[in-house]
T-cell receptor, first 114, second 108 residues
Framework: SAVISQKPSRDICQRGTSLTIQCQVD?????MFWYRQQPGQSLTLIAT?????????ESGFVIDKFPISRPNLTFSTLTVSNMSPEDSSIYLC???????????FGSGTRLTVV | AQRVTQPEKLLSVFKGAPVELKCNYS??????LFWYVQYSRQRLQLLLR??SRESIKGFTADLNKGETSFHLKKPFAQEEDSAMYYC??????????FGSGTRLLVRP
């Protein structure tokens, strides 16, 4: 299965600023996803990152707040824009393996907004 | 609606005791189900998927379509099994939908 490198692993940011999280996959994958895991909660899907087109967002998430890029089949970024303390969370990327159809996850980015 | 339910937030057992972590799903069609595990300060990792019918680290899970369940079982719990366990379902758009998770605590 694919291996995903995610960075940064953690960051502390000032409110009103933006943070871009990167995920690099070691093989080409068709589907990539971005999740949020709030403290003590399960994973909530933010969006599906589509290569060559706009991301598909889940209810409650919008492009202006969480712009996503997917320039090729091995890379994606998620930006958390105009941050507030409520955005403090762990953000994870994931992919669906094209061969095994399993899902692999990045190590997560622990974001704290102060 | 497609949904995964894990009714227990916390399951505490003694070492050597049997473990069953419950998972029920709602899906119209043939479900694709997974169990993921997250050990402390580690990334989420795949434990089991129903189509492989494997036993990983002594854990098994059987899909019961009649009861729409995919419970995770282990006959003898070990302290190193203490972790957060998530049941997940692939929806019609290949998105992975997670249950709320169950924290397993295995006491010595």
């Amino acid at each position: 299965s694919a291996v995903i490198s995610q960075k940064p692993s953690r960051d502390i940011c000032q409110r009103g600023t933006s943070l871009t999280i990167q995920c690099q996959v070691d093989s080409q994958v068709t589907m990539m996803f971005w999740y949020r895991q709030q403290p003590g909660q399960s994973l909530t899907l933010i969006a599906t990152a589509n290569q060559g087109s706009e991301a598909t967002y889940e209810s409650g998430f919008v492009i202006d707040k969480f712009p996503i890029s997917r320039p090729n089949l091995t890379f994606s970024t998620l930006t958390v824009s105009n941050m507030s303390p409520e955005d403090s969370s762990i953000y994870l990327c994931s992919d669906r393996d094209s061969d095994s159809y399993g899902y692999t996850f990045g190590s997560g980015t622990r974001l704290t907004v102060v | 609606a497609q949904r995964v339910t894990q009714p227990e937030k916390l399951l505490s057992v003694f070492k050597g005791a049997p473990v069953e972590l419950k998972c029920n799903y709602s899906y119209s069609g043939s479900p694709e189900l997974f169990w993921y595990v997250q050990y402390s300060r580690q990334r989420l990792q795949l434990l089991l998927r129903h189509i492989s019918r494997e036993s990983i680290k002594g854990f098994t899970a059987d899909l019961n379509k009649g009861e729409t369940s995919f419970h995770l079982k282990k006959p003898f719990a070990q302290e190193e099994d203490s972790a957060m366990y998530y049941c997940a379902l692939v929806d019609s758009s290949y998105k992975l939908i997670f249950g709320s998770g169950t924290r397993l605590l295995v006491r010595p």
